[in-house]
C-alpha cells in the first residue's frame, strides 16, 4: 500500500492564496493527526469519467488480526467523514460524530475488531473530492465527476484491497452510509459478513430527491459559484448555508421542533419588527457551522449522488438485488425519521438474510440515529456479538 503520512500546503489549494477551511488533504502529519492516506489508483465512473489517482484518508482504531477477519468498516453520512470517535484536532474541527461507538469495551471493541473509517470519494476531508488538486495543479472544481453511490463503494474496495481484507466481519452506516451497507452487501456479497443499514433507504424516492434539488439550486445560484471553479476567491458559502438549512429541517422531526422552538422569538429579536423566531437562529447557526468546515463542490457532489442510489439499478429492481444479500442484515430505523421512512427500513428488512429490524424511538427525528447512544450501541453489540 501506498501511504502518504507527510504533505505540505495545508489549508491552501496550490496556485493561489485562497483559505481552504474544509480541504486538508495535503497537510496531515502522523504526529498530529490519526488519519492515513492511501492512493488506491484510478478509478473509472460509472457514468465513464476516469480518475487517474484516486487518495482514500482513513482512521483506524485496534489491530488487523492475523487473519485478517475482524476488520469492520463503518461508513459515515453526508457531511460526516473518517473522525468517528475522538476530540477536535488540528485537521478535525469537530469531536467524532458516533463518539462512544469504537474503543475498548465499547460497541466496536477495539480490543477484538480491527475498526475503519474513511473519507468518502468526493467528500472534503482528505479523499479525493472537488477542492483536491487535479494532475495539471490545479483544483478539479467544476471538472470532478459526477459520484454515485457504487462509485463510493469501489473506491471503498480498493483501499481493502490495498489493506488486505478480502472480507469484512461488518460494515455499518447510518443515513448516507447505509447506502453503501446496502451497496457493499448486494455489490460484493462474498465480502460482508454482516450488514448494519441503520436510518437508510434501498432507493432515493422522490421525496427525497424533490428535498435534494432546492439545495443544489441554493449553492449553484450562489453569486460566488463560479460554475463551481470558485477556488480562487470567496466560496458559495450562503448558499450552502441556505442548503443546510434546508436539509437539517428534514433531519429534525416537527414535534422536536414545535416543542423545542415553537413560534418563540430570538432573544431581544422581535419577528414583526425584522427580527428573527429563534427556530430561525437555529437553522441558521447550523448553515453557519457546516460553512466552517465543508466545501459546497463537495455537498453539490455527494447530495446529486445520493439522488441517483438505487439498489435496484440495473440487476432487476430492488427485490431481485435484496436477493443478492449474503450478508447477516441488521435493519434499524428511527420512529420519528421524516427523511427515510420507517417503511423504507422495512422494505430491507425483507431480504432473506435480515435478521432483525429495530424500531429506535426517538423525538429528534432522522438525527436519532447519531443521538440516541444507547439504543444504537444496543443495534451495534447484537449485530456483532457473534
Known amino acids: 500500500m501506498t501511504a502518504v503520512s507527510d504533505r505540505t500546503g495545508a489549508g491552501t489549494t496550490a496556485g493561489s492564496g485562497f483559505a481552504l477551511p474544509y480541504q486538508d488533504d495535503h497537510g496531515a502529519h ?90 468518502v470519494l468526493g467528500g472534503c476531508r482528505g479523499t479525493t473530492g472537488p477542492s483536491s488538486v487535479a494532475p495539471d495543479g490545479r483544483p478539479y472544481g467544476s471538472r470532478f465527476p459526477q459520484v454515485t453511490v457504487r462509485d463510493q463503494v469501489a473506491a471503498e474496495v480498493l483501499l481493502a484491497d490495498q489493506l488486505g481484507i478480502d472480507r469484512f466481519a461488518a460494515v455499518l452506516g447510518g443515513s448516507m452510509g447505509g447506502m453503501r451497507v446496502l451497496e457493499w452487501a448486494v455489490g460484493y ?27 443544489i439550486a441554493a449553492i449553484r445560484a450562489d453569486p460566488h459559484f463560479a460554475g463551481g471553479d470558485y477556488y480562487d476567491g470567496p466560496a458559495p458559502l450562503a448558499g450552502m448555508g441556505i442548503a443546510r438549512q434546508i436539509a437539517h429541517t428534514t433531519y429534525r422531526s416537527a414535534l422536536e421542533l414545535d416543542t ?12 414583526l419588527r425584522g427580527g428573527r423566531f429563534a427556530v430561525q437562529s ?25 439522488n441517483s442510489h438505487d439498489i435496484g439499478r440495473g440487476r432487476g ?35 432473506p438474510t435480515a435478521r432483525d429490524l429495530v424500531t429506535m424511538h426517538s423525538d429528534y427525528g432522522h438525527d436519532g440515529f447519531l443521538i440516541e447512544a444507547e439504543a444504537i450501541a444496543g443495534v451495534v453489540r447484537d449485530a456483532v456479538a457473534n
Open 317 to 351: 429492481g430492488v427485490d431481485a438485488a435484496l436477493q443478492r444479500i449474503a450478508a447477516e442484515l441488521t435493519v434499524a430505523v428511527v420512529d420519528s425519521d421524516r427523511l427515510f421512512l420507517p417503511s423504507q427500513g422495512e422494505l430491507i428488512a425483507t431480504a
Open 30 to 119: 502522523p504526529l498530529r493527526d490519526a488519519r492515513i492516506y492511501a492512493d488506491v489508483g484510478p478509478l473509472v465512473t460509472e457514468s465513464g469519467a476516469r480518475l487517474d489517482g484516486v487518495t482514500m484518508a482513513y482512521e483506524t482504531w485496534g489491530t488487523l488480526n492475523p487473519l485478517r477477519d475482524n476488520a469492520i468498516l463503518v461508513l459515515h453520512a453526508l457531511t460526516g467523514d473518517s473522525h468517528v470517535v475522538g476530540p477536535p484536532g488540528p485537521h478535525h474541527p469537530t469531536p467524532g460524530w458516533w463518539d462512544g461507538l469504537i474503543g475498548p469495551g465499547a460497541p466496536l471493541d477495539s480490543e477484538r475488531f480491527f475498526v475503519i473509517a474513511a473519507n
Open 189 to 215: 456479497p462474498d465480502r460482508v459478513a454482516r450488514a448494519i443499514a441503520l436510518a437508510t433507504c434501498a432507493f432515493f424516492t422522490g421525496d427525497q430527491i424533490a428535498w435534494s434539488v432546492p439545495q
Open 260 to 271: 423545542r422552538f415553537g413560534r418563540t422569538a430570538q432573544t431581544d429579536e422581535d419577528p
Open 282 to 306: 437555529y437553522l441558521q447557526h447550523h448553515g453557519d457551522k457546516l460553512n466552517r468546515r465543508f466545501d459546497p463542490n463537495s455537498y453539490l457532489v455527494l447530495t446529486e449522488g445520493m
